[in-house]
């Protein structure tokens, strides 16, 4: 067990630019997590996935966020014509398969984004 | 809609002393209710959680408890140490998926 992993752990781009983050949950856990946080706040939720089904999706997820897990192992979380509002830490976590309402997540170390 | 509440910081502590961050919730239903830990440099990690009214969560000497009629779950713990220096997340979870955190706490213990 390897713990959550999420590369690159930083990504400086231009406004405008497309990027992909990448997200390797541990190994056999069926739930994965992305999260977006802002300096001074907490995690906010951005959207769930059940194996490869993505479930739930937050309205901060506007339409130039697209995520997805293909296989139902790694995911990726593509941000299209970035603007400087994007600038975060953009978190993933996953989740084992008992899902029970005390489930812990496991939080990878994050990719942070700078828009310039 | 469904929050979570913490105490603002950042909190500055001598060694020994005793801690106690403050977290409150709103929520429609019945949440489980979470405390997470982010070291320097680290990843969050989940220090310690309750799933029901009255449960306890404890771990590293770190408490909290459920309290439904105060819609609360404060952490405390008696003597901190300088290691437990970092910033501290309060989150609740309902029946969905969706985790509700918190804006943190920091902590720094002194020697």
């Known amino acids: 067990d390897t713990g959550v992993s999420q590369n690159p752990r930083h990504k400086i781009t231009k406004r405008g630019q497309n990027v992909t983050f990448r997200c390797d949950p541990i190994s056999e856990h069926n739930r994965l997590y992305w999260y977006r946080q802002t300096l001074g706040q907490g995690p906010e939720f951005l959207t769930y996935?059940?194996?490869?089904?993505?479930?739930?999706k937050s309205r901060l997820l506007s339409d130039r966020f697209s995520a997805e897990r293909p296989k139902g192992s790694f995911s990726t979380l593509e941000i299209q014509r970035t603007e400087q509002g994007d600038s975060a830490m953009y978190l993933c976590?996953?989740?084992?398969?008992?899902?029970?309402?005390?489930?812990?997540?496991?939080f990878g170390p994050g990719t942070r984004l700078t828009v310039l | 809609g469904d929050s979570v509440t913490q105490m603002e910081g950042p909190v500055t502590l001598s060694e020994e002393a005793f801690l106690t961050i403050n977290c409150t919730y709103t929520?429609?239903?019945?949440?489980?209710l979470f405390w997470y830990v982010q070291y320097p440099g680290e990843g969050l990690q989940l220090l310690l959680k309750a799933t029901k009214a009255d449960d306890k969560g404890s771990n590293k000497g770190f408490e909290a408890t459920y309290r439904k009629e105060t819609t609360s779950f404060h952490l405390e713990k008696g003597s901190v140490q300088v290691s437990d220096s970092a910033v501290y997340f309060c989150?609740?979870?309902?029946?969905?998926?969706?985790?509700?955190f918190g804006t943190g706490t920091s902590l720094t213990v002194i020697p």
């Open positions: 976590a996953s989740s084992p398969r008992s899902g029970g309402p005390g489930d812990t997540q496991y």
């Open positions: 996935f059940q194996n490869e089904a993505q479930l739930e």
């Open positions: 989150a609740l979870r309902l029946t969905g998926n969706q985790f509700y």
């Open positions: 929520a429609t239903g019945y949440p489980s």
